[in-house]
């Protein structure tokens, strides 16, 4: 028994095993190295450490010491190569050192080497087993006999008293080999089902993970896009706010220099009264009558006079700032703001759109992916098809009947290009259609004889097309900082509506995704 006393006194107090590179803390106390490295990371951040045996305390996390002879004890134990991974059984009665056991006695709860097993009793109460370290689950607790049986009814291990004279008498029984494998098999088809719900599960997972990581990227191109709207609205709400302050400004200088004419008028009226009435009051100090009454300036109507000047130079009435005014010109700006910014544009994905090769003419090279197209001075190898353009022209293959769309347009440096939407083209006619173009250094937007000229950066070359069929209408946005809506169209949409595209240009028109 020294021997089994000598193997518990070599298991690690933590995962209660055998050493695996044993270290000592200044304590004295031995541990597995991957034990106690955990229960220090464990303690980190606690404000101290302490020996998981003795609970001594350490203010600083501890060094560990290898324990060389202790590691050389705990090879003995060790099983050899070729039964890694197996727990060695040593016997019990090999005292000086450790010996592997061959067989393990129920009856005795011991384990035998092959030497100790030849001196072994040979009664068969000594029942022989594989060699165990659990052996007291391995007898009778009632007959202290070896369990040999299973009893199906009350599904325990019994030994053959058990059956022929106690609780288990005409109860149905197999042999724990039978036992076993038939457990087993049952086992084996539960476990085939929890893999399968495994599997299920994993997938599910999966695809939660991978729709999670979608909707954080679309959630981030989303406020992108918001960040971007908002940011244009600011700047333009800014451009609104100084040409309504300058309107305000304007509308104060006039009235300020009309006011302060008329205060310089009256100021003028006012030294005139104030000399008139210094020579009354002079004339009113006199005491001799002739005098009075002879002085050319004593004159009966001299204060009606300056009445009747007076109400001429009456001040003309002025409301002063037209507040009316000012309301009516910011409600026009801030809805021209609000009524060409659609949130639809930076909140729709963009409609994964393809050139379709069939409708294109033979003058236009299409990429292999149909999302670019440019001129070419050969035409393409392409099959007749009577719907195809004479040239320079080509539609999408998917067409828009209902609903709101959105994609983005990467055009040209060089030459006119052309792009908006078009009703299909039917026995050689061409569809109505809503366009935007550059020629030379001219943008403009066509629909059939109406065209609308206006300036355009020509440093972007990437646009976006916004449709709302129901609404009628397709808007037409540069994109750039900021994003600057260039026109809209109105109309009543009655036929599908396909994206077009034009190019005079080698330089290829590529549709954004």
Not at 237 to 258: A, N, P, T, Y
């Amino acid at each position: 028994m020294a021997s089994a006393d000598l193997r518990d006194e070599l298991n690690c107090s933590i995962c209660l095993n055998v050493y695996t590179d044993p270290v000592t803390l200044r304590c004295g106390h031995n541990f597995c190295w991957g034990c106690i490295v955990r229960v220090l990371d464990s303690q980190w951040g606690t404000g101290a450490y302490s020996c998981p045996e003795c609970r001594q305390i350490f203010n600083k996390r501890p060094v560990l010491y290898k324990n060389v002879t202790l590691r050389s004890i705990v090879k003995h134990f060790q099983p050899p190569p070729g039964q890694k991974g197996k727990a060695e059984v040593i016997c019990t009665y090999c005292l000086h050192c450790p010996v592997p056991a061959v067989k393990s006695c129920v009856l005795c709860e011991a384990s035998l080497c092959g030497k100790h097993l030849k001196v072994h009793n040979k009664s068969p109460k000594h029942a022989l087993s594989e060699p165990t370290t659990c052996l007291e689950n391995r007898k009778c607790s009632t007959h202290n006999g070896i369990l040999e049986y299973y009893c199906l009814k009350d599904e325990m291990c019994i030994c053959v008293y058990c059956q022929v004279d106690g609780d288990h008498n005409g109860h149905q029984v197999q042999s724990l080999n039978e036992a076993s494998e038939e457990k087993k098999e049952n086992l084996t088809k539960v476990l085939e089902t929890l893999t399968s719900k495994k599997k299920e599960a994993e997938t599910k997972i999966q695809n939660l993970q991978e729709r999670l990581k979608k909707e954080k990227a679309k959630a981030a191109k989303m406020k992108g896009n918001v960040n971007t709207l908002l940011t244009d609205l600011r700047k333009q709400m800014e451009d609104v706010e100084r040409r309504v302050l300058s309107e305000i400004s304007g509308q104060e200088k006039q009235v300020s220099v009309f006011i302060l004419d008329q205060i310089q008028q009256l100021e003028i009226k006012k030294n005139h009264l104030s000399n008139n009435m210094g020579e009354i009051e002079e004339l009113c100090k006199m005491t001799d009558p002739i005098t009075v009454l002879q002085d050319p300036k004593c004159q009966n109507n001299w204060g009606q006079e300056d009445d009747e000047d007076l109400c001429d130079q009456k001040v003309e009435d002025t409301s002063g700032l037209d507040e009316d005014l000012i309301k009516k010109s910011i409600h026009q700006q801030v809805s021209n703001v609000t009524s060409h910014v659609n949130p639809w544009l930076f909140l729709l994905d963009p409609v994964d759109l393809s050139l379709d090769v069939n409708m294109a003419a033979n003058n236009l090279c299409t990429s292999e992916n149909l999302k670019t197209a440019s001129l070419t001075y050969e035409d393409e190898e392409v099959p007749d098809c009577p719907e195809r353009f004479p040239e320079n022209e080509v539609l999408s293959t998917l067409s828009f009947s209902s609903g709101q769309h959105y994609w983005e347009v990467d055009t040209s440096d060089l030459g006119t290009w052309i792009f908006g939407v078009s009703y299909p083209r039917e026995n050689g006619v061409y569809g109505a259609s809503w366009t935007f173009q550059r020629n030379s250094n001219q943008c403009l937007a066509v629909h059939e004889s109406n065209v609308v000229y206006f300036s355009c950066n020509s440093c972007c070359r990437k646009f976006g097309v916004y449709l709302a069929y129901e609404a009628g209408q397709l808007s037409i946005y540069q994109l750039g900082v900021p994003v600057r809506h260039l026109h809209t169209f109105t109309a009543t949409f009655t036929k599908p509506l396909y994206a077009f595209f034009w190019s005079d240009s080698t330089d290829a028109v590529a549709l954004e995704k």
